[in-house]
């Protein structure tokens, strides 16, 4: 079945530390994204990535970096300098340009707690 | 860009059709609207999109006032497997690259 793979489920890492998310997707869509979840919050987009090497800031890009070599492959690297990154990440991606006329299909999340 | 109002939560009972509004006062001319689910621990996944009138699928109806400044998402004859959060989505291409704003979302709970 095709779908977007988030690992690992739960990641624990003590302050200081840098810590990378991975997400794979076999839906061979062009675009890829990175969402932040906090309790009570809607999603927060991070970064985003419309075509292998290039990607963009989205509305909570500072502590956070990530890359795209692969068309499957878009993970999510959380800095040292995050302030607060204990949070729910999701990945998701769409056929192209963005969710418009494009829906977003999600994994099933990292949840990243930071000690 | 446009921020999007919801109710934070919502009671129902099974059987029962239910409408969850979207308010979206400053939708910009190229703004689509978009639906999702969301069970916890897991990603949302997508119900509905529309950018005018009606749109109907399978599992939902949206729909969107001549203005666009809101949004109804209808579910028919909900069940206790409907218990979720939903958000409403506001996107579109801003300068400068793609913007994105979820609500909060809206939490209905259905009831036996």
């Known amino acids: 079945d095709g779908g977007i793979t988030q690992s690992p489920k739960y990641l624990f890492r003590k302050e200081g530390q840098n810590v990378t998310l991975s997400c794979e997707q076999n839906?061979?869509?062009?675009?890829m994204y990175w969402y932040r979840q906090d309790p009570g919050q809607g999603l927060r987009l991070i970064y985003y990535?419309?075509?292998?090497?290039?990607?963009q800031k989205g509305d909570i890009a500072e502590g956070y970096s990530v890359s795209r070599e692969k068309k499957e492959s878009f993970p999510l690297t959380v800095t040292s300098a995050q302030k607060n990154p204990t949070a729910f990440y999701l990945c998701?991606?769409?056929?192209?340009?963005?969710?418009?006329?494009?829906?977003?299909?999600f994994g099933n999340g990292t949840r990243l707690t930071v000690t | 860009l446009a921020k999007t109002t919801q109710p934070i939560s919502m009671d129902s009972y099974e059987g029962q059709e239910v409408n969850i509004t979207c308010s979206h006062n400053n939708i910009a001319t190229n703004d689509y609207i978009t639906w999702y689910q969301q069970f916890p621990s897991q990603g949302p996944r997508f119900i509905i999109q529309?950018?005018?009138t009606k749109v109907t699928n399978e599992v939902a109806s949206l729909f969107i006032p001549a203005d666009r400044k809101s949004s109804t998402l209808s579910l028919p004859r909900v069940s206790l497997s409907d218990t979720a959060v939903y958000y409403c989505?506001?996107?579109?291409?801003?300068?400068?690259?793609?913007?994105?704003?979820f609500g909060a979302g809206t939490r209905l709970f259905v009831k036996a």
């Open positions: 998701a991606s769409s056929i192209g340009g963005g969710p418009i006329n494009s829906p977003l299909h």
């Open positions: 529309g950018y005018k």
């Open positions: 989505l506001v996107s579109n291409r801003g300068t400068g690259g793609f913007k994105t704003i």
């Open positions: 839906l061979n869509h062009d675009a």
């Open positions: 990535s419309q075509i292998v090497n290039d990607f």
